[in-house]
Antibody, heavy 119, light 107 residues
Framework: QVQLQESGPGLVKPSGTLSLSCAVSGDSSSRCHWWGWVRQSPGKGLEWIGEISRGGHTNYNPSLRSRVTISVDESTNQFSLNLNSVTAADTAVYYC????????????WGQGILVTVSS | DIQMTQSPSTLSASVGDRVTMTCRASQYISTWLAWYQQKPGKAPKLLIYKASTLGSGVPSKFSGSGSGTEFTLTITSLQPDDFATYYCQQYDTYPWTFGQGTKVEVK
């Protein structure tokens, strides 16, 4: 059973950098899956942030591209999200998720982590 | 970006009802559409992908249909566990986008 678990600070100061990690377990089979980040805020609903392949290829939402970096560490089965220059508008629940094999829907999700941007 | 519009925003129903909700895309997306169920405080759960293919372990009471720009999700014999919010997502064109959700509530 594939499991994902987000971790990181729950509070980030304005203009700072939001850094989250996602630990993946139970997924040792196919290499075709990508890994993604989605966030959810009351004001904007569900928003796709970006995705990364095991080989490190990335796709980002253009609305966030200038501030986002997603990276992967295959040796530790983790992938990470960095979002810089954060504002209150970046306050949201952040989910990591596995992307379906060959298709960009999300078949497994982490439980989510609330990140609040506030001084 | 492709805009996904779900209707209704809220659907009031009773246990045992058959309910249908709609998702419309602002442009053609073939059948590259997924449906998710989300309960309060929980992550979304995949129900359907490719517009009509059930996700792993999803009961057949859930069904999806449609292609192009108009899609539906139907739930038969609504049970207490089915009261939740349902989201559609297109994965035809970057950036992937979600609908705003349909909340199924107790009538």
């Amino acid at each position: 059973q594939v499991q994902l678990q987000e971790s990181g600070p729950g509070l980030v100061k304005p203009s700072g950098t939001l850094s989250l990690s996602c630990a993946v377990s139970g997924d040792s089979s196919s290499r075709c899956h990508w890994w993604g980040w989605v966030r959810q805020s009351p004001g904007k609903g569900l928003e796709w942030i970006g995705e990364i392949s095991r080989g490190g290829h990335t796709n980002y939402n253009p609305s966030l591209r200038s501030r986002v970096t997603i990276s992967v560490d295959e040796s530790t089965n983790q992938f990470s999200l960095n979002l810089n220059s954060v504002t209150a508008a970046d306050t949201a629940v952040y989910y990591c998720a596995r992307v379906g094999c060959g298709y960009s829907f999300f078949d497994y999700w982490g439980q989510g982590i609330l990140v609040t941007v506030s001084s | 970006d492709i805009q996904m519009t779900q209707s209704p925003s809220t659907l009031s129903a009773s246990v045992g009802d058959r309910v249908t909700m709609t998702c419309r895309a602002s442009q053609y997306i073939s059948t590259w559409l997924a449906w998710y169920q989300q309960k309060p405080g929980k992550a979304p759960k995949l129900l359907i992908y490719k517009a009509s293919t059930l996700g792993s372990g999803v009961p057949s009471k859930f069904s999806g249909s449609g292609s192009g720009t108009e899609f539906t999700l139907t739930i038969t014999s609504l049970q207490p566990d089915d009261f939740a919010t349902y989201y559609c997502q297109q994965y035809d064109t970057y950036p992937w986008t979600f609908g705003q959700g349909t909340k199924v509530e107790v009538k």
